[in-house]
């Protein structure tokens, strides 16, 4: 019936539900590949370039700070989030809210999806070597705007989880936390100067390729923990 419940099985885990569901596997991981491509084209367009190139100048000349007062206050604002001190309460608060609602996989995906966007993100910046405002700035990609998306993705991901929506409304809500996200830490970082309009396309395909990746890492390695022998009840064996 149309009002039925989805109950959870005698002997589950409170909160062991996949942070990756089945249903958007296929979709995000579609989306992965896509993001990737997009990262990967973009470094080899940029590497080793200090300015802007024809895209960037479509957007705004990023040689200098493009907003004044009272929009660069919320920029200044999304930009502390990305800083050392910003990201660490950030992520923090996120975990804490995971464990109060009993998804201590959604907390693990929170530090595992930062992990791995700032991560990769910083990989890419030595690999790329594009630079903005001089020798030693690497730009690309940026590291704020992987970040943000990241995690907005991986809260997402837990909400999705937890409130199990259709697939529709599932992939709407992942898909755009992750744009509202990325667009908003990408002009931040784009308005205050620190980086050029491609560098934040290349920091949210960054995030969107690698946070899948890491949900279903985590998925694995908390599937494996749980389903030890020694977890199992005694006289059951693995089907």
Request: positive net charge; aromatic residues 4%.
């Amino acid at each position: 019936m149309g009002g039925a419940t989805t109950r959870t099985a005698p002997g589950a885990r409170e909160g062991s539900d996949p942070v990756l569901p089945p249903p958007l596997r296929p979709l995000l991981g579609t989306v992965a590949v896509l993001a990737a491509l997009v990262v990967a084209v973009l470094g080899v367009m940029y590497a080793g370039h200090g300015a802007p190139g024809r895209v960037d100048r479509w957007f705004v000349d990023p040689t200098a700070d493009s907003v004044r007062p009272p929009w660069r206050y919320p920029a200044r604002v999304l930009d502390f989030l990305g800083e050392p001190v910003g990201s660490v309460l950030l992520v923090g608060a996120l975990v804490a809210g995971c464990l109060l609602l009993r998804r201590p996989r959604g907390a693990v995906l929170v530090v595992a999806a930062a992990c791995a966007a700032v991560g990769t993100a910083t990989v890419l910046k030595h690999v790329v070597g594009r630079t903005i405002h001089g020798p030693g700035n690497l730009s690309y990609p940026s590291g704020h705007t992987a970040f943000a998306t990241a995690l907005a993705l991986a809260v997402a991901l837990v909400v999705t989880g937890r409130r199990r929506p259709g697939r529709a409304a599932g992939s709407a809500l992942v898909l755009g936390a992750s744009l509202v996200a990325g667009a908003a830490m990408g002009w931040a970082q784009v308005a205050l100067g620190a980086h050029y309009p491609t560098d934040a396309l290349g920091g949210w395909c960054t995030a969107l390729a690698v946070t899948p990746a890491a949900a279903r890492l985590v998925d694995r390695l908390v599937d494996r923990l749980v389903d030890r022998p020694g977890d199992r009840p005694p006289g059951r064996r693995p089907g």
